[in-house]
């Protein structure tokens, strides 16, 4: 038998309940909500943690999602350094790290991601850091302002990390195994825009490489390449991604997807189960823009698909039919913005120029818009998003409009519904 019972139980302590739990009340549930994290701090966001935050220019509360006294205005009660053991889906009950038992009326899943810990030779050694939480970022500053630095990958993290140490005076080489830092993502031609910056203020890039294996006696003195490569390091981050926490959704019995790595769900973001979603980082959904099943990793998509799970437990019948929105900062030396994911594509228009370090790209796909990137052209991507949800094939003259920096965009596809 449950100790207590409540409304509306989130599971995870990041953006995607935080998100929840607001919309929740906006939205005028009146019931009890119980948010529970496994983190000591409330919901935040992450992205300071490898700029601001890892500069020192910003306190812990700057990135909170609210401050602690919202929770208990809105009537939100918020358990930290809480986990959830156990979920059984048909007695709608959880069994927490307290060994208190909650029965529920409805549950959102949001349990994250776990960075992807590498397991090579002398992975033991000190001063090898992995970015996730405040206590990461602060170790990482202690351990690398002024020093000099191997970085293990070329995408976010290990860009965004090499900027901001390299300002607090590191020395920074990134290893990565793709030739170019961000292509995987973005493609070569503004992989290359990027990395360029970052070499011009001393960030130096090993390509084409991959890690083989860390030197030292107690503490990382050297990192080694599979190319054979010895880099001296008096520290080393390692970004190397993240895998979503499922372990409670698999021992819960909700259908996963393997392929992607998340819990399965529906357009609405509803598992398997008769009353519980999921969302954030951990969420595989049917994205009805993208016509298949998409997971994707980033904070304003959290925020985004909180919101959807929230007017959905409040009787709506609303899909998820936002079109997904990340940035990145590297330093003050460029930032972008991107809409899609495109999980690939054919063709790339440029809007604007490199040169002028202000231009868009546009990620086209059998004629179709897959995804923007945006450098100083923030407004070209209300357009994208137009395009990606309408899912139209662009004609030759559309095309080049596409690419006319001095053309009206609206003149671009169907107008704004």
Not at 153 to 177: D, K, N, R
Request: glycine letters at 12%.
């Amino acid at each position: 038998m449950a100790d207590r019972h409540v409304a509306h139980l989130l599971i995870g302590g990041g953006l995607a309940s935080a998100s929840c739990a607001r919309w929740l009340r906006e939205g005028g549930a009146e019931g009890e909500i119980l948010l529970v994290g496994r983190e000591p701090d409330p919901p935040y966001d992450r992205p300071p943690l490898s700029k601001e935050y890892l500069r020192g220019d910003a306190a812990r509360e700057d990135a909170f999602y609210r401050p602690e006294s919202w929770y208990e205005e809105q009537r939100i009660e918020l358990l930290q350094r809480t986990s959830v053991m156990k979920l059984d889906t048909e007695a709608r009950e959880a069994k927490l790290s307290t060994k208190e038992v909650v029965s529920f009326d409805s549950a959102l899943v949001a349990t994250g991601a776990n960075v992807r810990r590498l397991n090579v030779d002398g992975a033991q050694l000190e001063g090898i850091s992995y970015l996730r939480a405040f206590g990461n970022s602060e170790q990482i500053r202690a351990e690398a302002a002024g020093r000099q630095i191997v970085l293990i990958g070329g995408s976010y993290i290990g860009c965004e990390v090499a900027a901001t140490l390299t300002q607090l005076g590191a020395q920074c080489t990134i290893v990565m195994q793709e030739e170019v830092a961000l292509s995987r993502t973005f493609g070569l031609e503004a992989g290359r825009f990027f990395q360029s910056r970052l070499e011009d203020h001393g960030i130096r890039f090993v390509g084409g490489d991959a890690l083989e294996r860390f030197e030292g006696a107690e503490r990382v003195e050297r990192v080694v390449t599979s190319g054979g490569l010895s880099l001296d390091a008096e520290a080393v981050v390692i970004g190397a991604g993240v895998t979503p926490d499922v372990m409670l959704a698999r021992s819960a019995g909700l259908t996963l997807d393997e392929e992607l790595g998340g819990i399965a769900c529906d357009e609405r973001l509803r598992t398997s189960a008769r009353g519980i979603w999921a969302a954030g980082d951990v969420a595989a959904y049917d994205s009805v823009i993208h016509g298949r099943r998409i997971r994707v990793e980033h904070w304003d998509v959290a925020l985004q698909q909180g919101k959807t799970v929230a007017r959905s437990m409040l009787g709506e019948d609303v899909v998820h039919d936002v079109v997904p929105y990340f940035f990145s900062d590297l330093a003050d030396w460029a930032s972008l913005e991107y809409v899609g994911p495109a999980a690939r594509w054919d063709r790339e228009i440029v809007r604007g120029s490199y040169e002028s370090g202000e231009f868009s790209i546009w990620y086209l796909d059998g004629g179709r818009v897959a995804g923007a990137l945006s450098v100083g052209r923030s407004a070209d991507l209300d357009d994208a998003r137009r395009l990606i949800t309408a899912g139209v094939t662009l004609d030759d003259d559309e095309l080049a409009r596409l690419g006319d920096a001095a053309t009206d965009l609206a003149q671009v596809g169907p107008a704004q519904g």
